[in-house]
């Protein structure tokens, strides 16, 4: 993607990252008016689907109190394509380049429109930061997800449970 342009980066409530990460801050988020007390709304593209984190304020870090794991996930936002003249339809087009706003999530059989339609059927509830699936495990409940060193699916009961399960050390194949 080439550099995003856009009217309302003002640098403070909505900034381009370094690595092309889109951070948004909600004006209304809290009672504090200072930017740097509210979270951070983060945004990045791969295959189509639109993915989100939020990050508590950067003077408490890239973790929330409660998280004891120090990677954040990304989550598949729902809607797709985001809606219409907004920064963040700007930000997806830009990063998938798709020329026709209809066209959405490419053509059926290509790498984009699998993973959202997947992502739709709520096979994927979200990804690990490595780009693995974790799966919402319909029929049982919980959630399926691969240690980041294997290929094996263990099942776990909550999203915790997944996150410590992916940055365990594997003793599968």
Request: aromatic share 10%.
């Amino acid at each position: 993607m080439a550099r995003f342009c856009h009217r309302d980066l003002d640098g403070t409530w909505a900034r381009l990252l370094d690595d092309g990460t889109l951070e948004l801050r909600d004006p209304n988020s809290g009672q504090d008016a200072d930017p740097a007390s509210k979270p951070r709304h983060q945004y990045r593209v791969e295959y189509y689907l639109l993915l989100r984190r939020v990050l508590p304020p950067p003077s408490v870090g890239d973790r929330w109190a409660d998280d004891d794991i120090d990677d954040p996930w990304w989550e598949p936002v729902l809607t797709l394509p985001p809606a219409p003249s907004s920064i963040l339809r700007d930000y997806w087009e830009a990063c998938t380049q798709v020329p026709d706003p209809g066209a959405g999530m490419g053509a059926p059989g290509s790498a984009g429109y699998d993973l959202a339609a997947r992502y739709a059927a709520g096979h994927v509830a979200l990804y690990t930061p490595t780009g693995r699936e974790v799966r919402y495990d319909q029929q049982r409940g919980g959630y399926e997800v691969q240690p980041r060193n294997d290929n094996y699916w263990i099942h776990v009961p909550d999203l915790p449970a997944a996150r410590r399960a992916f940055f365990a050390r594997g003793e599968g194949s």
